[in-house]
């Protein structure tokens, strides 16, 4: 049973940070393609980073290039999204996935690529 467990979301003020949290269940950490992904209200899901925790690649959308961090924490099974100079924009329900695949060429930023994922946290920037 894959399980990914988002925690960390929240209100913040424009130009604070904000770090999210996705402890992977068991064998879903190990060298896999995970990441996460926003929706606001009215818009699509679009990606955010992604990461192959078995060597540490990453993806960034442009929105968030600069900003934002994806990281892995391989003893806790773990991968963090540090979010620096947030804007109102980046208001929006942060999901994170993770890909049955797992391979070292399975990174994108494609959310229909990722087959689980976990139940969201919320994280509103005013």
């Known amino acids: 049973h894959v399980q990914l467990v988002e925690s960390g979301g929240g209100s913040v003020q424009a130009g604070g940070s904000q770090r999210l949290s996705c402890a992977a269940s068991?064998?879903?950490?190990?060298?896999?393609?995970m990441g996460w992904f926003r929706q606001a209200p009215g818009k699509e899901r679009e990606a955010v980073a992604v990461?192959?925790?078995?060597?540490?690649?990453?993806y960034y959308a442009d929105s968030v290039k600069g900003r934002f961090t994806i990281s892995p924490d391989n003893a806790k099974n773990t991968v963090y999204l540090q979010m620096n100079s947030l804007k109102p924009d980046d208001t929006a329900m942060y999901y994170c996935?993770?890909?049955?695949?797992?391979?070292?060429?399975?990174?994108?930023?494609?959310?229909?690529?990722?087959?689980?994922w976990g139940q969201g946290t919320q994280v509103t920037v005013s």
């Open positions: 996935a993770a890909r049955r695949v797992r391979h070292y060429a399975c990174l994108t930023l494609a959310s229909y690529e990722y087959n689980y």
């Open positions: 068991g064998n879903t950490y190990t060298s896999s393609c």
């Open positions: 990461i192959y925790t078995g060597g540490g690649s990453t």
